[in-house]
C-alpha cells in the first residue's frame, strides 16, 4: 500500500442514498481504512439529486486542479453528475468506489467493483493516471455542453432507463443484492408499448437514415444497462465513439438482441448495424427520450461530439 507515503489531497463525494442506501455502511467502511492509511481526505455527502454535480465543481473551483483527486462514491448517476461538475476542469482527477446497482463504469473502465479493492487500486496508483475520453453532447442544437462518459442513447433504451430510476421493483432487487436486474425488468415491461421512429443520423458530415429504429446507443465503453455488452469494440481511449443502431425489429427479434448483448453477439444479427465516429447528429421523426449515463435528460434531436483524452481517471485502461 502507496497511501501513506501520497503527499495528495483526496475528496470524496459520497451518495449515501446509492446502492438503496448501501453507499452509506460502504462508506463507514472506507473512512474507516483512510483513516487507518493516515490518509488526507475530505468528504462531502450529497443531499439531494443533481447535488453530487454541485459540489464536484465547488471542490474543482477551490483547490488547485493538480493535486486535487475527486472520488465519488456511489453508482453510475453519481458518477455522470460528478464528471459534469468538472467539465470545466479536466485536469482534476476523477476515481471511483461503486456502491449502486448497475456499475457499467466500473465494468468498462476495469476498477474493482468491491468498494475496498476500488479503494486500494486508487490509493496504489501513482501521478500517471491515463487520459480518457468523454461524450458532450447539446439537446436540441443549444450552446450549453454536458457531458456522459459511459453512453448516451436515444430511443427505447432512454424509455427503459426512464421506468428502471423509477422502478418501485429496483429497491426491491437491491434489498436482495440483484439490483442490476432492475433494467430487466423495466425492459420487458417497455417492449410492450414502445413504438419506433424513422432516423436521420449524421455522422462526420455524412447522413444515414434508418427506418422503424427502435433505439441507438452511443457508447464510450463497452457496458450498459448492469453488464450489456452493447457495443463491444467501444474503447474510451481511442478519440471515438461506437455507435450502435437497432432498428426493423420484430417483437420477437428484441428478446433475441437481448439475450445476444449479454454476450455481446447482438452486432451479428442484420437488424443491429454498428458505427463509429467523432461528431454525430441524431434526429427522429417523432421525438424521442434521450438518456446520458442512464439519466434521462431531454428528447432529440441531440448533437454528440467525442472529447478525446479529456480526464484523469483512476483506471486500468492504459493508452
Ligand atoms: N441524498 C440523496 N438522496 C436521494 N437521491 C440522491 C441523493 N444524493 C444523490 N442522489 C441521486 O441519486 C441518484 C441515483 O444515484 P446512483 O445512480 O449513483 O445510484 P444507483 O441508482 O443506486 O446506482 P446505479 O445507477 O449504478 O444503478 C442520482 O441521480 C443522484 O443525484
Known sequence: MKGETILKKYYYIINEAAGNGRAKQTWEKIKRLLDNYNIQYQSYFSKYPSHPEVIAKEIAQSVPGKIAAIIAVGGDGTIHEVINGLKEYSNVKFGFIPTGSGNDFARGFLIPRDPEKALEFILSFDEQLPRIDVGSYHLNHNQEKSLFINNLGVGFDAEVSLEANKSRIKKWLNRIGIGSLTYVAAL???????????????????????????????????????????????????????????????????????????????????????LTGKKITITSKEPMKVHADGEIVGESPVDIEVLPSYMHIYSKIWQ
Request: charged fraction near 20%.
Open 188 to 274: 420487458l415491461e417497455k417492449a410492450i408499448t414502445f413504438r419506433p421512429s424513422d432516423v436521420m443520423l449524421t455522422i462526420d458530415d455524412r447522413e444515414h437514415h434508418f427506418p422503424n429504429v427502435w433505439f441507438i446507443t452511443i457508447s464510450n465503453q463497452a457496458y450498459y444497462g448492469g453488464g450489456m455488452k452493447i457495443s463491444p469494440s467501444a474503447i474510451p481511449i481511442d478519440g471515438l465513439l461506437n455507435i450502435t443502431v437497432v432498428h426493423q425489429l420484430s417483437k420477437l427479434k428484441l428478446l433475441l438482441v437481448f439475450i445476444s448483448v449479454f454476450f455481446g453477439k447482438h452486432t451479428k444479427l442484420k437488424e443491429v448495424r454498428t
